[in-house]
């Protein structure tokens, strides 16, 4: 059974950092590519990075590029976001997704969530 | 990057069939097929509904349905039953290589 378990997700003040870590189990890791995508209270849905199935390349809304760094250890079966400048308007659920390398988006799989709050 | 368009919601009653817009651009939905819709109950993760415009995965009802024209893409739900309450999110793959969601779509069944 597909599991993506993320975590990390806590209160955190504005202008700080804050990592978070999403485990993957139940298939092979690497022939993944992963993403993470937000959820703003009450509103849509917000992709926020990709990266491929070995690590090599990532991708990035231009409005989060700079602040926001993907990563994956293949080695744990692991995927992580450093979120860094953290603002108010961060704030959100951020689910990560799996997402059969090759199928240009596609995002098989979620896990359920870990909630971020930037506030003072 | 915007988001791709939806109306905000749609309302049928059970039974009835309804049809659901997302519309981007030739960057986006229009330039290849790379067109997704998720379904997203209260508290929940997404759920993937249909792939690649018009393939529904493994597990999802022949209810769902989906139809691309141009920068317009579309998600059909016929035989509207109460389960089917949800948000509709649809997703597209860019030219830039990035991924952009639409605003979803609130479906209400009478």
């Known amino acids: 059974e597909v599991q993506l378990l993320e975590s990390g997700g806590t209160l955190v003040q504005p202008g700080g950092s804050l990592t978070l870590s999403c485990a993957a189990s139940g298939f092979t890791f690497t022939s993944y590519a992963m993403n993470w995508v937000r959820q703003a209270p009450g509103k849509g849905l917000e992709w926020v990075s990709g990266i491929s199935g070995f690590g090599d390349t990532t991708y990035y809304p231009d409005s989060l590029k700079g602040r926001f760094t993907v990563s994956r250890d293949n080695s744990r079966n692991t995927l992580n976001l450093h979120m860094n400048s953290l603002r108010a308007e961060d704030t959100a659920v951020y689910f990560c997704a799996a997402s059969v390398t090759g199928t240009r988006g596609r995002l098989d799989y979620w896990g359920q969530g870990t909630p971020v709050t930037v506030s003072s | 990057q915007s988001a791709l368009t939806q109306p905000a919601s749609v309302s049928a009653s059970r039974g009835q069939s309804i049809t659901i817009s997302c519309t981007g651009t030739?960057?986006?939905?229009?330039?290849?097929?790379?067109v997704f819709w998720y379904q997203q109950h209260p508290g929940k993760a997404p759920r993937l509904l249909i792939y690649?415009?018009?393939n529904r995965p493994s597990g999802i009802s022949s209810r769902f349905s989906g139809s691309k024209s141009g920068n317009t893409a579309s998600l059909s739900i016929s035989g509207l039953q109460a389960e089917d309450e949800a948000v509709y999110y649809c997703?597209?793959?860019?030219?830039?290589?990035?991924?952009?969601f639409g605003g979803g779509t609130k479906v209400t069944v009478l």
């Open positions: 997703s597209s793959h860019t030219i830039s290589r990035t991924l952009v």
């Open positions: 690649d415009v018009n």
């Open positions: 030739s960057s986006d939905v229009g330039y290849a097929n790379f």
